[in-house]
């Protein structure tokens, strides 16, 4: 099973780009990776998915190394509402079974 | 669409007692997802159904557990008998497919107090 490691906080100030990284060393052929903010008392939400190379969405970058062993949410220009804790999701899952693997979620903090 | 819809939002209930925890997926989806989240343990998958079916059931802990979905519109979780270990927030989520682009959209959790 794919494990996951991020960092557990990360301070930042708004404006600023920031990089958070994953590690899912054991991440299978089939396994797509996914990004989620959480703010307290709410569900996740989707930030952005990819299976390799890089992906772009309106509000973030996923860069994703050709091993896949690894990869870097991007958060351009944060401002403080970009305070919430961040997931990576590790998995897939099929009509036959399969696995979703959270990694312990990285708190960051945007100060003005 | 109103989102995943879970209810109740919050259960106190006293140890050995029966807790259902109720789901309504987006329409359409056809995938639903159980989640457990505790601080020790984080986010957890507990179980997952594809077209109201069970899929894979291996993140339930423990036979107390078991979760079922009738139709495409409703879906539950129940712990019987409840012990004070089970204490969470349980998350209902459900998405369209699986692949590129794949995104699961999650309830606002259940918040469950078990003394």
């Known amino acids: 099973l794919a494990k996951t490691t991020q960092p557990i906080s990360m301070d930042s100030y708004e404006g600023q780009e920031v990089n958070i990284t994953c590690s899912h060393n054991?991440?299978?052929?089939?396994?797509?990776i996914t990004w989620y903010q959480q703010f307290p008392s709410q569900g996740p939400r989707f930030i952005i998915q990819?299976?390799?190379t890089k992906v772009t969405n309106e509000v973030a970058s996923l860069f994703i190394p050709a091993d896949r062993k690894s990869s870097t949410l991007s958060l351009p220009r944060v401002s403080l509402s970009d305070t919430a804790v961040y997931y990576c999701l590790v998995g897939a899952v099929y009509n036959q079974g399969g696995k979703l693997i959270f990694g312990q979620g990285t708190e960051l903090s945007v100060k003005p | 669409d109103a989102g995943v819809i879970q209810s109740p939002r919050h259960e106190v209930t006293e140890m050995g007692q029966e807790v259902t925890l109720r789901c309504k997926p987006i329409s359409g989806h056809n995938y639903l997802f159980w989640y457990r989240q505790t601080m020790m343990r984080g986010l957890e998958l507990l179980i997952y159904?594809?077209?109201?079916?069970?899929?894979?059931d291996s993140g339930m802990p423990e036979d107390r557990f078991s979760a079922k979905m009738p139709n495409a519109s409703f879906s539950t979780l129940k712990i019987q008998p409840s012990e004070p270990r089970d204490s969470a927030v349980y998350f209902c989520a459900s998405s369209l497919a699986w692949g590129s682009s794949y995104e699961q959209y999650f309830g606002p959790g259940t918040r469950l107090t078990v003394t």
């Open positions: 054991n991440i299978a052929t089939n396994d797509y």
């Open positions: 159904f594809n077209n109201n079916v069970p899929i894979d």
């Open positions: 990819g299976y390799k």
